[in-house]
């Protein structure tokens, strides 16, 4: 006797501790086993426990069998799709149908133990991990300290669910998140319903995500131009495993930076046009710009169609380097560099004329000044700024500053005739412009025939002398003598010839001319 105790008690214990690791229970007494796309549970088999063979869990004990304590084991038959974690609903009653208080079930496959759970309220759903499609024969023994042992046996058929997994080859320009689709369908084409999928890039694990609806956008990140071996394997509890694998090729898009120098006198709020276009010429269509200036970075802005605005808040005059560089997920990266110079503003020059002032009949070998008034359209003088040039014929005589909007242009001994002048004004602060002048010169003659001749002494010895005088620069101008000059043997046509007069005494004929009857100054 006490050697068939000592190995019952082995044996039990062996039992335990392999059924620890192979089958696992459900605490939940009121789980929904027959999920009916999952598992359909078959009819109860019922094997009532033997009358008066003992089979409580110490077989040490003499425990007598009643006939009410009789317990009935129910095993249903299972039929689910699921490849793990299968659900098997195991029930132990008393004879008058009540759910047995204690007690521990043995579950069987094939005939190989797989483990025992405790019994809650007389019901227990045993777990079996993972299982291969096929039928299966289940066997399930109840033992117990204060009832009598029973069994059962059931089948259990895992059905094959096939899935297909879709993984499409991707070829894309974007290098730091690249988006890959995957979907996957069970063996009626419509989508699974739970499940995950596991992505490796050239064999090497990313992530796993669940799926939602059967789908789910998988993300690689931060990859550079090349190409990728993408594998996918989607795993369930529902569903047959399956895998897919596709290429992925990242593009390098080459971009061009559009950033030109230019001149500015605004100080501040300074706009700096940049775009980017692709390979193609299009302009991208994401991205984003970044500006330095003199290598200091100033900031960043979003493209809209692949340009923007970029604004320089305040600059003082300058020359400055500009440097604009293009990121994109899209797109391969481009820079360019440019020269801003800020100048100060100048004023829109303004029209300006010459207003000249002279005496247009002078002698001929006297002086004359030519004054230039230069002001704007809108008559305001032009202050002291600029020269006054002076040509003649096209040839440059010579110039002479402005001052206070005037300008002073000296002419020496000028000959006798009409001469044509041009006076060119210039200067930095207002437009060119210019006037011309005409300026007739008298000579000594025809100046003399225009004076009444003075007749001394008409009455002497029948004879005349008619003298004309000018004064010219403190020197006194004979200008011919009249009548019949007996002097030298010659007789002196009238007006013929100017002659200095020294000391009022005419060198020609010997004349003494007086200040006040002879000397023809009034028309200097």
Known sequence: MNYKKTLTIIVFSMIIIVSSSIVSASNDTNDDVAASDEAVIGDVNIIKSDNCINHNMDKSKNVKCATNMNTNLKLKSVTTYNTSNIKVPVSVTTADNK?????????YLNGDLLGSNSLVNGHRDMIIFKLSPGVYDLKAEYYSNHYPSSYATSTLKVLS????????????????????????????????RDGGVSLYLDNKYLGTNTLINGQRNMQVLNLKPGTYTLKAVYDS????????????????????LVLNSFNTTNHTNIIVPVSVKDSSNKLVGDGRVYLY??????GSNALINGQRNMLISKL????????????SNKYAASSKTAVLKVVQPVTTPKNTKITIKTNTTPLQASDLTIKATITTTDNKKVGSTGEVYLYENGKYIGKNSVHDSQANLVLRKLTAGTHTYKLVYKSPNYRESSNTVKINVISYS??????????????????????????LGGNYYHLGCGGILRENGYTQSMYNSAYLCKAHKCSRCGHVFSDNKYDYTDFL
Request: proline content about 3%; aromatic content about 8%.
């Open 161 to 192: 669910r096939s899935t297909t997994l879709s993984l499409n080859s991707i070829s894309t320009y974007n290098q730091s998140k690249i988006i890959v689709p995957v979907s996957v369908r069970d063996s009626s084409n419509n989508l699974v």
């Open 316 to 327: 003082d005059t300058g020359t400055y380097n500009l440097t604009a560089t293009y990121q």
């Open 446 to 471: 025809s100046y003399a025939k225009s004076k009444k001749p003075y007749v001394e002494n008409p009455n002497f010895n029948g004879m005349q002398t008619i003298c004309s005088t000018i004064k």
């Open 293 to 298: 200036l003199n290598n200091k970075l100033l």
């Open 237 to 256: 509890s529902t569903y047959e495993t399956s895998t897919k694998t596709a290429t992925l090729t990242v593009k390098s898009q080459k971009t061009t």
């Open 99 to 107: 759910g047995v208080s204690d007690g521990r079930v043995f579950l």
